[in-house]
């Protein structure tokens, strides 16, 4: 059984820093492509970064660029999102996602690619 369990969310003050973790088991995305996705309340998910776990290529989202940062893990099978000069516009609950499907990550953000998900970790960023 595949799964993807988060952590790391909290509360911080704008400009603090989380690192967000992805562990994966069942499964060993060795060459395959994981995402960060958020979901704050009343907005529609949106795609916050990804990472081609075999050649380590990331692809962000415009609103995080040069603040946040995805790395992987292949020995530990884990994703790491390091999330820095945080704003209160990055309050959501932060998903992980993976496609095993495909060896390759498309340059885009989109939750179609994407078929196995994590439960969620909450991050809130106060003023």
């Known amino acids: 059984q595949v799964r993807l369990v988060e952590s790391g969310g909290g509360s911080v003050q704008a400009g603090g820093s989380l690192r967000l973790s992805c562990a994966a088991s069942?499964?060993?995305?060795?060459?395959?492509?994981m995402a960060w996705f958020r979901q704050a309340p009343g907005k529609e998910r949106e795609g916050v970064a990804q990472?081609?776990?075999?050649?380590?290529?990331?692809y962000y989202a415009d609103s995080v660029k040069g603040r946040f940062t995805i790395s992987r893990d292949v020995a530990k099978n884990i994703v790491y999102l390091q999330m820095n000069s945080l704003k209160p516009e990055d309050t959501a609950m932060y998903y992980c996602?993976?496609?095993?499907?495909?060896?390759?990550?498309?340059?885009?953000?989109?939750?179609?690619?994407?078929?196995?998900w994590g439960q969620g970790t909450q991050v809130t960023v106060s003023s």
């Open positions: 996602a993976a496609d095993r499907f495909r060896p390759y990550c498309l340059l885009r953000l989109h939750d179609s690619d994407y078929v196995d």
């Open positions: 069942g499964y060993t995305y060795s060459n395959d492509c």
């Open positions: 990472i081609d776990t075999g050649n380590g290529k990331s």
